[in-house]
Structure formats: structure tokens, C-alpha cells
């Protein structure tokens, strides 16, 4: 079964600062997406950034970037210079191939402060 | 703005009652997907449809069924209400109908509060 793994449930960042979010995850998948999602206050569910695996080069989007490392399963998001609208709850997600739902991790819920 | 819609924004309504949310897809999109959020929770997938036709089935109780129209909107509907199904509901779409590449589009929500 594929498993999606956040193990930082709480993170906090000073803000202009920069934070690493980690995510792994377990397929046999050879090539896949791979996606993190933002949840602010609000709660909507709001595309972050996506990965394509048979892509060597890691995604960005502005002050957004993951280091994904396939051999080790590894996706990490990095947000750089940190600002107040980045508090938010962030998921790591992976499209599970066998059925048709994303496979969510539980989350982390990162602070940024002034 | 992912071009999800959902109604009704906030739903509050009694214990037994039944309630209907309804999602409409992005343009060009054929799969409609439920989840639901319980309070500082995951996303719990429910079910799928796609192109009008049940594609996936998750974790959703006997008192919940969803139909897709032919127009691709979508509706959830939930029967005899507990308390325990206070939740935010999630509509999301994508093109197709999933695998390794499947990337959906998440709606604002239906926040449903069961008093």
C-alpha cells in the first residue's frame, strides 16, 4: 500500500527566515506525481507545488522549493524568506495508482513568526 | 481560485436530518472526488466519480451516497446526521480518472456543522 509520512506534526519559523518541511513516502511506483498542498485558517486546500518523479530537477514555484530525492523516497518542501501568510497547515500528498484518491500525510502545522 | 465550486459555503442542521452539497468540476474535468476533514484532521476520501460513472469508493458510511450528473456537477448526500458528522467537506476534480499523474483541484469546502 502506499503510505505518505510527516513527521514534524509542528514546525515554527521566524519570519524572512527559511524552513524545511520533510515528506516520505513508500511505492513501487516507477513514475508518479507528487504534491504538497497548503491548508491556511481559511482551510482551503490550496496546490503548493507538484513533482514529476522521472524529473531529476527539483520543482519551484517563487519562494517555494522541495528537494526530492527518489532513491530514499524523500520530498521535502523548503519555503524560503518565510512570511506571515505562509502560517498554515501543509500536506504532502502522492496519487495512489492502484485506486484514484491522493494518498494525504497527517500534516504539518507551521508557524511563522514576526 | 482553482475554478472548484461548492455550495453551500456553512450548513448547520440537526441530528437525524439529511443534507445535499453540491460540487460543480473545473471546465474539461471528469473526475469529482469527496473528502472529508474532521476537526484538525487529515482528508478522509469518500468516493469518486467519474464521467458520471462511481470510479473509487473510500471510507463513506451507508448513510452517504454521491451521484455525478450529466452536466459533471456533483452531488453528496448525507442521511440521518450524527453529531460525529460535523466536518469540513472537500470537493475536488481532476481530467482524468487518476493514477501516478492524477493532480486535483480542490473546492473551498462545505463546513457542516451538526447540532
Known amino acids: 500500500a502506499q503510505t505518505v509520512t510527516q513527521s514534524q506534526p509542528e514546525m515554527s519559523v521566524q519570519e524572512a527566515e527559511t524552513v524545511t518541511l520533510s515528506c516520505t513516502y513508500d511505492t513501487s511506483e516507477n513514475n508518479y506525481y507528487l504534491f504538497w498542498y497548503k491548508q491556511p485558517p481559511s482551510r482551503q486546500m490550496i496546490l503548493v507545488i507538484r513533482?514529476?518523479?522521472?524529473?531529476?530537477q527539483n520543482a519551484t514555484e517563487n519562494r517555494f522549493s522541495v528537494n526530492f530525492q527518489k532513491a530514499a523516497k524523500s520530498f521535502s518542501l523548503k519555503i524560503s524568506d518565510s512570511q506571515l501568510g505562509d502560517t498554515a497547515m501543509y500536506f504532502c500528498a502522492f496519487p495512489n495508482p492502484g485506486n484514484t484518491p491522493l494518498v494525504f500525510g497527517k500534516g504539518t502545522r507551521l508557524s511563522v513568526i514576526a | 481560485d482553482s475554478g472548484v465550486t461548492q455550495t453551500p459555503k456553512h450548513l448547520i442542521t440537526a441530528t437525524g436530518q439529511r443534507v445535499t452539497l453540491r460540487c460543480s468540476p473545473r471546465?474539461?474535468?471528469?473526475?469529482v472526488y469527496w473528502y472529508q476533514q474532521s476537526l484538525d484532521q487529515g482528508l478522509q476520501f469518500l468516493i469518486q466519480y467519474y464521467n458520471g460513472e462511481e470510479r473509487a469508493k473510500g471510507n463513506i458510511l451507508e448513510r452517504f451516497s454521491a451521484q455525478q450528473f450529466p452536466d459533471l456537477h456533483s452531488e453528496l448526500n448525507l442521511s440521518s446526521l450524527e453529531l460525529g458528522d460535523s466536518a469540513l467537506y472537500f470537493c475536488?476534480?481532476?481530467?482524468?480518472?487518476?493514477?501516478?499523474?492524477?493532480?486535483?483541484?480542490f473546492g473551498p469546502g462545505t463546513r457542516l456543522t451538526v447540532l
Open positions: 513533482q514529476e518523479a522521472y524529473k531529476q
Open positions: 471546465s474539461g474535468d471528469l473526475s
Open positions: 475536488a476534480s481532476s481530467v482524468g480518472a487518476g493514477g501516478a499523474y492524477n493532480e486535483q483541484f
